[in-house]
């Protein structure tokens, strides 16, 4: 049966995300149109691209997350250069790394730009910090006068997956200026508005994978300290357009996926760690599905 699916952002998290997959797949589902943010993005991008649950599980098993920290050379000392990239180049790590990977995966399958993908097939989200706007990869290419057919997946993927401060920002040039483009969470970490709307007949059943508590078990944030309201501050603002939009009849929808104890940026996460990971994405997957009416 086909559906369509969602997912959410999370960064290293988004092991789970894979074996929520696998369960789908197990299921007998097939997804027509996939889209996602950050860490979803990369997941959506490997079905778009006909990956099997399996096959993406030994693509990650193989892959080194560590190599995706790729600081640029300096001659200068090392903790000064770093703290200099960051401040001239907006990020620690360039993010290369990450798109090189994705181009090369996608590449095995035939795919280099959006044009080798059936129309509408993936979507990514993406933030422009200069504009003050969400984008929708590649639809909204057009508005910087960039063909959505001619652009690379690879590259998307990236702009999505720009964690502000931790990689450096894409610039896309958009006519004769430049617009400065991070992660898709800062505005919308999960964006099943894309294929479920109000009001609108949906084609297909929709599927979302969510990295977070359901909306009415979340445990609210702990406030005690400057970095602590910081957390919190970068968790509300990636989390409140779409707990917004996340109503009753959306939440039926969705496989809950809660995540407590690993953070976003976990590079160095464990071998353990990471089939842990997956291995709870797979069972939070098959307790939806004990009950999901589609």
């Given at each position: 049966?086909?559906?369509?699916?969602?997912?959410?952002?999370?960064?290293?998290?988004?092991?789970?995300?894979?074996?929520?997959?696998?369960?789908?797949?197990?299921?007998?589902?097939?997804?027509?149109?996939?889209?996602?943010?950050?860490?979803?993005?990369?997941?959506?991008?490997?079905?778009?691209?006909?990956?099997?649950?399996?096959?993406?599980?030994?693509?990650?098993?193989?892959?080194?997350?560590?190599?995706?920290?790729?600081?640029?050379?300096?001659?200068?000392?090392?903790?000064?250069?770093?703290?200099?990239?960051?401040?001239?180049?907006?990020?620690?790590?360039?993010?290369?790394?990450l798109e090189s990977w994705m181009a090369q995966k996608l590449a095995d399958r035939g795919i280099r730009t959006f044009s080798d993908l059936p129309p509408q097939s993936l979507r990514v989200?993406?933030?422009?910090?200069?504009?003050?706007?969400?984008?929708?990869?590649?639809?909204?290419?057009?508005?910087?006068?960039?063909?959505?057919?001619?652009?690379?997946?690879?590259?998307?993927?990236?702009?999505?997956?720009?964690?502000?401060?931790?990689?450096?920002?894409?610039?896309?040039?958009?006519?004769?200026?430049?617009?400065?483009?991070?992660?898709?969470?800062?505005l919308s970490n999960f964006p099943m508005w894309l294929f479920d709307k109000e009001n609108v007949k949906k084609t297909r059943p929709v599927l979302g994978i969510k990295l977070s508590h359901?909306?009415?078990?979340?445990?609210?944030?702990?406030?005690?300290?400057?970095?602590?309201?910081?957390?919190?501050?970068?968790?509300?603002?990636?989390?409140?357009?779409?707990?917004?939009?996340?109503?009753?009849?959306?939440?039926?929808?969705?496989?809950?996926?809660?995540?407590?104890?690993?953070?976003?940026?976990?590079?160095?996460?464990?071998?353990?760690?990471?089939?842990?990971?997956?291995?709870h994405g797979r069972q939070c997957a098959e307790k939806f599905f004990s009950s999901w009416s589609y």
């Open positions: 049966m086909y559906i369509d699916g969602v997912f959410s952002g999370g960064g290293i998290k988004g092991f789970a995300l894979i074996g929520a997959y696998d369960a789908v797949h197990t299921r007998g589902f097939r997804f027509k149109r996939v889209a996602g943010t950050s860490a979803g993005s990369i997941v959506a991008a490997l079905i778009a691209a006909n990956y099997t649950s399996e096959e993406i599980y030994q693509l990650v098993d193989e892959f080194d997350v560590k190599k995706l920290l790729d600081e640029r050379k300096t001659f200068i000392p090392f903790a000064v250069g770093k703290w200099l990239n960051l401040y001239w180049r907006l990020g620690l790590y360039k993010g290369s790394e989200i993406a933030s422009d910090l200069t504009n003050g706007r969400l984008v929708v990869l590649p639809d909204d290419l057009v508005h910087y006068g960039i063909d959505p057919d001619s652009f690379p997946v690879a590259k998307a993927i990236r702009m999505s997956c720009s964690l502000p401060y931790f990689f450096e920002p894409v610039k896309l040039q958009a006519y004769s200026n430049s617009s400065v483009i991070v992660d898709g969470g800062v359901n909306l009415s078990e979340r445990p609210p944030n702990k406030i005690d300290n400057a970095i602590q309201m910081y957390a919190a501050l970068f968790e509300t603002m990636k989390d409140a357009h779409d707990a917004r939009y996340i109503s009753r009849k959306h939440a039926q929808n969705i496989i809950f996926i809660p995540t407590d104890g690993v953070l976003t940026a976990e590079f160095n996460i464990t071998e353990q760690k990471k089939k842990d990971l997956l291995e």
